[in-house]
């Protein structure tokens, strides 16, 4: 979409401004930023950030139209710019980027729990051929993904599919009115973004205020959920209800589904009086209920039976994830799973933006697309413009089609007809220092081109989820007040998932600090490019002018300390330097005690080289309900001693007690902050009855790299330790203690995922080498076996070596390759 800055300011009520430009991009993420001059940018302040304070900065980039809240003092004199100054700057957004009364298409809005973004892709290849189609990229289905989705609908387009997404009460109505959805179709109701919602009955009538608008002509859903058709019947008056049932035979639409002896699945189904079948290369339970979502539509839009069948026939399955792993010669590898078309290369390249460190310059790889409705020629050109306007320092195009239009591209363009060759002609030797996204077909194997450009080649990997990470996050922070920020540990690396990765994910939930143990760690951070605040925990400090320079803000436990600080702040010209004052309230570790805080005091008030920005102190038994006691004297020490330094300090004094299990247990006192550690990483501290369980985030995979069958009588293994009683089939996986798999986990004492069954291991863990018992299992040499994650939690081995979830998943060796992914 297109307006000029004054069509926008009309849509807010808003006088004309003095400066009429045009409009073609929407901003709400400074980093995201790729044409100054047609942006309007939004200051949207969140619970750990605000927009406002990057307005400078984008000014100085060239950015000239603002929606704020107030005018930033230092740029209220400057006479080139447009000011649009609201209340609220997601509201703005929203009403700026609502569906256009002489839209004449027809729009989509999909709601439900799970399967919405899968369901939205399908939908795109079905119906792609037969209409000129958008949809949102990825799963833009938020407050802001879903305007800026709408935003991205051209004119001309005759089929709009938007996904909108809610995690409490209240969102789905602001939603509804941006969308103005004439189908609206409910995935189902599952447990997914449940803490918003008192029950799943009210999460459905939620839900379904998408549908609340007067366009909307049709709804979609299953109605063997008793809640979602409960909550479908508030909107059935003059709305064309269309639920499908693989239960009532008698439903508006039935349909009935088995797995045929090619291993498709055949989908036979009753509309309208009429039975037909077709098949699809589909299998899981999932795969029925988006399949049945999108048949319903396209019988809905009057599709003939052999044209749905013909489409369905050629639909393939969405890969959703973008893999981040560690490349060659200083390069980061992306690889982009997603879909392979004009659409989604715009959230991929800002997504590579957003990793990019410093030294880095973004190489694109990118094949032929699948074929669009846009014609060629101006598909090409268009992608050739946003790659010059993402600042792509390097372009790989690979297909027939792309070298045909090489002209159209930089001229240090490299084409290739085919992966093969590209593979012939390049080596590693010819990256160095590049964020690489890799963005291609199915068929043009761009994982070849990935495994050659991955730094480290070892099968055993560990999987770290940043979607989870994300989840987690969410999950305590809707147990804090919006004015209490968070404290991110991201230290001992990430608690072994790797914390460059883990820090860039939490500076974009905006996380208020990220918390390291020693000045390294923070250190690297600010050199792969975090900017946000960081906490130094452990900071024995030898280069002050480094912990200065990278404005890591060291924890102060003794006067000692204090005094070295100040020392070198005066020596190095600092003032008004962060520090973080820790506090001895029972764990007895290191911290000042209630004795000392009036000289400790004295020493701030009396310099003017650094100041005391927070105070905190660690909870000793917060997971320890049997210990309440000695928690509360804690707390009610920690309140006594920060009084007092409120009392006696300067300025404010940001406080923070609480860890994970004391944001869970203890909200009454929050304070200004709370630190969130091993929460965050999934890992469940509480009885069950007092947490729910968190996101997986770290998944250790293996493969097994040999099979062999073996009689009774014979052993496996160093000491003969492993003793086969009966005819065995034994796996060997390149996995050992040399890469954190502890000898104590060896003769059996825990079995491994393999196929959807557990395998016991046998033998003794070699230190390169284990190996299982897969005797009864279906295995073949390359299949996958998980050590821990989704199926085996890290709480199970932790029980084995009587320890804590903290040292499984920080004994991870860094020689175990780490890829990290985001659906």
């Given at each position: ?566 020392a070198e702040a005066e020596k190095n010209g600092i003032t008004g330097y962060p520090i973080h004052i820790k506090l001895d309230t029972g764990m007895h570790r290191m ?80 304070y200004d902050m709370a630190r969130l550690g091993i929460g965050l990483y999934g890992a469940n501290t509480l009885p069950p009855e007092m947490e729910k369980p968190l ?129």
């Amino acid at each position: 979409m297109q307006l000029s800055i004054n069509e926008i300011a009309a849509r807010l009520g808003i006088h004309a401004l003095p400066h009429d430009r045009v409009i073609s991009s929407l901003l709400t993420d400074s980093r995201s930023l790729a044409n100054a001059a047609g942006t309007l940018f939004f200051a949207i302040p969140t619970d750990g950030n605000d927009g406002h304070r990057y307005i400078s900065e984008l000014y100085e980039l060239g950015v000239r139209n603002f929606v704020v809240n107030a005018i930033p003092p230092s740029l209220h004199e400057k006479n080139d710019i447009n000011w649009l100054v609201v209340g609220n700057t997601i509201d703005a957004l929203q009403r700026i980027a609502t569906r256009d009364k002489h839209f004449k298409g027809h729009i989509v809005g999909i709601t439900g729990s799970r399967g919405k973004t899968t369901l939205k892709e399908w939908i795109y290849q079905l119906m792609e051929p037969l209409s000129d189609i958008s949809r949102s990229p990825r799963s833009f289905n938020s407050q802001i993904g879903v305007p800026l989705s709408m935003w991205e609908i051209d004119k001309e387009t005759s089929l709009a599919i938007i996904e909108a997404g809610i995690s409490k009460k209240g969102e789905m109505e602001r939603l509804a009115a941006c969308i103005l959805p004439d189908t609206v179709i409910v995935t189902n109701i599952g447990d997914a973004h449940a803490e918003g919602f008192s029950s799943r009955i009210e999460k459905a009538s939620q839900k379904l205020m998408l549908a609340s608008t007067p366009q909307t002509k049709t709804i979609i859903y299953c109605s063997d959920y008793p809640e979602i058709a409960d909550a479908v019947m508030k909107y059935a008056d003059g709305r064309n209800i269309l639920g499908w049932s693989r239960k009532d035979e008698d439903a508006q639409l039935y349909i009935d589904t088995h797995i045929t002896d090619k291993g498709e699945m055949r989908i036979n189904y009753v509309w309208e009086g009429v039975a037909n079948s077709f098949t699809a290369p589909l299998d899981t339970e999932s795969d029925i209920e988006n399949a049945a979502n999108a048949l319903a539509f396209m019988l809905s839009q009057g599709i003939e039976a052999d044209v749905i069948a013909e489409r369905f026939h050629h639909l393939h399955k969405i890969g959703t994830r973008l893999n981040v792993t560690e490349g060659v010669n200083g390069c980061s590898i992306i690889l982009d799973s997603y879909t392979s078309d004009f659409s989604s290369l715009r959230p991929a390249l800002d997504f590579m933006r957003r990793r990019r460190i410093p030294r880095q310059s973004s190489t694109l790889i990118l094949s032929d697309l699948h074929h669009e409705t846009s014609p060629t020629g101006n598909l090409y050109t268009e992608i050739a413009e946003i790659i010059r306007t993402a600042g792509i320092s390097r372009f790989i195009g690979i297909g027939k089609v792309l070298s045909e239009h090489r002209e159209l591209f930089p001229e240090n363009a490299l084409f290739f007809e085919s992966t093969a060759s590209l593979l012939k002609n390049l080596s590693t030797s010819d990256f160095q220092d590049e964020i690489i996204l890799l963005k291609g077909s199915p068929e043009f194997s761009f994982k070849d081109v990935a495994e050659m450009l991955e730094t480290r080649k070892h099968e055993t990997v560990l999987e770290v989820n940043l979607d989870s990470i994300v989840a987690n996050y969410n999950y305590f922070r809707n147990s804090l007040p919006s004015s209490c920020g968070i404290v991110c540990m991201v230290k001992a690396s990430g608690y072994g998932a790797g914390s460059y990765e883990i820090a860039k994910t939490l500076q974009d939930c905006g996380a208020a600090y990220l918390a390291v143990a020693v000045l390294d760690e923070g250190i690297e951070l600010r050199r792969q490019g975090i900017t946000m605040p960081i906490m130094v925990m452990n900071p024995k400090v030898v280069n002050y002018k480094s912990m200065f320079a990278n404005r890591l803000e060291p924890e102060i436990y003794s006067f000692g300390m204090l005094k070295d600080v100040i020392a070198e702040a005066e020596k190095n010209g600092i003032t008004g330097y962060p520090i973080h004052i820790k506090l001895d309230t029972g764990m007895h570790r290191m911290g000042f005690v209630e004795d000392e805080l009036p000289a400790l005091m004295d020493i701030i008030n009396s310099t003017d080289t650094v100041y005391a920005k927070s105070t905190f102190s660690h909870l000793a038994t917060a997971d320890c309900p049997d210990m309440d006691d000695f928690t509360e004297l804690q707390l009610e020490r920690f309140n006594r001693y920060t009084g007092y330094m409120l009392e006696r300090s300067k300025q404010p004094i940001l406080r923070h007690v609480l860890n994970s299990a004391g944001i869970l247990r203890y909200p009454e006192h929050h304070y200004d902050m709370a630190r969130l550690g091993i929460g965050l990483y999934g890992a469940n501290t509480l009885p069950p009855e007092m947490e729910k369980p968190l996101a997986v985030v770290s998944t250790l995979r293996t493969v097994i790299i040999a099979i062999r069958e073996y009689e009774p009588g014979e052993t496996v293994g160093y000491g003969r330790w492993g003793k086969i009683e009966r005819r065995s089939r034994i796996a060997t996986l390149p996995i050992g203690y040399a890469d954190g798999m502890n000898r104590h986990f060896g003769r059996g004492n825990i079995s491994v995922m393999v196929n959807g069954k557990e395998a016991p291991t046998i033998g003794n863990i070699c230190m390169d080498a284990c190996m299982i018992d897969v005797t009864g299992i279906d295995c073949e040499v390359g299949d996958s076996v998980e050590i821990f994650g989704q199926n085996l939690p890290v709480q199970r081995l932790a029980d084995i070596l009587d320890t804590i979830p903290y040292e499984i998943l920080t004994s991870v060796s860094p020689r175990v390759k780490r890829v990290y992914f985001r659906e």
